[in-house]
């Protein structure tokens, strides 16, 4: 299982990358091995601002349809139009080009409560 070191975490399963005011999010790789074969990304919340523990979204694999949680409050400013055609970027690289939003952050003190790569061993056991 992939966690990358420099990454913040929910447990939820996000991932968010901070880069100064903007926060990339996706889910994590061991999100996408617990759904199984990822089939539509759905996000309606473009140009929103979304509260931190919102749904901004879904996910909906084979199996099952998860609800995506918003890490941070914020707006939501990009979507990774590649998932469109292609939701399976989620499964093959979800740290990399399976990223879902952009949020503009809100309350950067909010970073403080996400959770490091040794929080989030925790919540996944590993």
Not at 7 to 26: F, N, P, R, S
Not at 106 to 113: F, M, R
């Amino acid at each position: 299982m992939n966690i990358p070191a420099d990454l913040k975490y929910t447990k939820d399963h996000e991932w968010i990358k901070i880069e100064g005011e903007i926060a990339i999010v996706g889910i994590t790789d061991f999100a996408q091995g617990e759904l199984g074969d990822i089939v539509y990304v759905d996000v309606d919340t473009l140009d929103e601002e979304v509260e931190k523990d919102e749904v901004f979204g879904t996910v909906e694999a084979v199996k099952t349809v998860s609800d995506l949680f918003m890490p941070l409050t914020g707006e939501v400013i990009e979507l990774n139009e590649k998932l469109e055609d292609d939701p399976e970027l989620v499964n093959k690289d979800p740290y990399g080009e399976g990223w879902m939003i952009k949020i503009a952050i809100k309350d950067a003190s909010q970073i403080e409560d996400l959770l490091d790569i040794e929080g989030y061993k925790e919540v996944v056991g590993a």
